[in-house]
């Protein structure tokens, strides 16, 4: 088996998904490579997407019991907040 070696480089996918290296590649071509590509994930949820999702995840299920029902708006005290 062949040895890898490894480097990171960072660069721009553009409109036409073509890659653009920042920097030039530390490696005398022409030479084959694989590539591999790690971009963030979007994760920008808005709050009624995210109580959407939660309101029909069925590991919830449990909070339709009415033994869960623990409290009323009697319990504890009101809070108010200084400031």
């Known amino acids: 088996m062949e040895a ?4 990171e480089v960072t660069g ?18 022409p030479n084959r490579v694989r590539v591999i590509i790690l971009f963030p994930e979007e994760t920008d949820f808005d709050e009624e ?5 939660v ?3 069925p590991a919830f299920d449990f909070l339709n019991d009415p ?6 708006l009697e ?3 009101p809070y108010h907040a200084e400031g």
Do not use: F, M
């Open 4 to 7: 890898i070696r490894a480097i």
């Open 12 to 29: 721009t996918i553009d409109e036409e998904r073509q890659l653009h290296l920042d920097k030039p590649l530390p490696i005398v071509g």
């Open 49 to 53: 997407e995210w109580l959407r999702a």
């Open 55 to 57: 309101a029909h995840n």
């Open 67 to 72: 033994d869960e029902d623990i409290y009323s």
């Open 75 to 77: 319990d504890g005290r």
